[in-house]
C-alpha cells in the first residue's frame, strides 16, 4: 500500500511569491490533514479535511494561506505571498475514521523563503 | 484546551541501556488513544507505539513500551536497549474520539543514542 504522497519535497522562494505544496493521502483515507512544523517543534495544525469539507481551519493564517481538496482526495495547500517566516517543514497526514487508527504522515515539503 | 506536554525537550542514552521519555496530557474526556511518534532528521514521522485509555495493560512493541497512568494523565515511553537507529524526534500525542480525527502533539524530546 503506497504511504502519503507530497511534493515537492524541498522548495526554495525569494519573498512575495506564490508557493504550492502538493498532498495525495492513503488510498480510502477520508481526513487529511496539513501541518507546519518548525524546526525543534511539534506539528500545528493548519487545515483539517473530512472528505472534501474543511472542518478545521482556524488556524490557517487565511490572508495569504489556501487550500482545497477537489474530490475528497488530493489536497494543495497555498502561500501567496510567501514571507520569511513562513520558512518550515509543510507536512500532510491522512487517517481513517477508526479512532484508533493512528495518522500517516507524508515525508513532508521543506520551504525555504529567502 | 486540550494539551500535550514533554517536558524534556532533550534526553540521551548510552546504546544498550534503557531511556523513559516523559509525557503528560491534559483532557476532560475518558475516551481517547494515545500514540507516540518517532522522526529521525530529515525523515518522515512514523508510529511507533499507541495505547488505547480504556485498557489498562501497557502496549508493547519490541523494544518500546509505555506506562499509561490514566489517573495521573502520563504516558512515558520506555525503549529498551536502545540502538543507533533510536536516534530521532519523539512526539507525544492523543486522539479524542469526540473530536474524531483531531490529534493534539506534544513539542517533542530530542533522544540521542551514545555510541
Known amino acids: 500500500e503506497a504511504g502519503v504522497v507530497q511534493s515537492p519535497r524541498y522548495k526554495i522562494i525569494e519573498k512575495k511569491q506564490p508557493v504550492a505544496f502538493w498532498c495525495n493521502p492513503i488510498?480510502?483515507?477520508?481526513?487529511l490533514y496539513w501541518y507546519l512544523q518548525n524546526l525543534g517543534q511539534g506539528p500545528e495544525l493548519l487545515i483539517r479535511y473530512e472528505n472534501e469539507e474543511a472542518v478545521d481551519d482556524s488556524q490557517l493564517p487565511k490572508d495569504r494561506f489556501s487550500a482545497e481538496r477537489l474530490k475528497g482526495v488530493d489536497s494543495t495547500l497555498k502561500i501567496q505571498p510567501a514571507e520569511l517566516g513562513d520558512s518550515a517543514v509543510y507536512l500532510c497526514?491522512?487517517?481513517?475514521?477508526?479512532?484508533?487508527?493512528?495518522?500517516?504522515f507524508g515525508p513532508g515539503t521543506r520551504l525555504t523563503v529567502l | 484546551a486540550q494539551t500535550v506536554t514533554q517536558s524534556q525537550p532533550e534526553m540521551s542514552v548510552q546504546e544498550a541501556e534503557t531511556v523513559t521519555l516523559s509525557c503528560t496530557y491534559d483532557?476532560?474526556?475518558?475516551?481517547?488513544?494515545l500514540f507516540w511518534y518517532k522522526q529521525p532528521p530529515s525523515r518522515q514521522m512514523i508510529l511507533v507505539i499507541r495505547?488505547?485509555?480504556?485498557?489498562?495493560q501497557n502496549a508493547t512493541e519490541n523494544r518500546f513500551s509505555v506506562n499509561f497512568q490514566k489517573a495521573a494523565k502520563s504516558f512515558s515511553l520506555k525503549i529498551s536497549d536502545s540502538q543507533l537507529g533510536d536516534a530521532a524526534m519523539y512526539f507525544c500525542?492523543?486522539?479524542?474520539?469526540?473530536?474524531?480525527?483531531?490529534?493534539?502533539f506534544g513539542t517533542g524530546t530530542s533522544l540521542t543514542v551514545i555510541p
Open positions: 500525542a492523543y486522539r479524542l474520539l469526540s473530536t474524531g480525527n483531531q490529534f493534539y
Open positions: 488510498s480510502g483515507h477520508n481526513t
Open positions: 483532557t476532560s474526556e475518558s475516551d481517547y488513544y
Open positions: 497526514a491522512s487517517s481513517s475514521y477508526r479512532g484508533s487508527d493512528t495518522q500517516y
Open positions: 495505547q488505547e485509555a480504556y485498557k489498562q
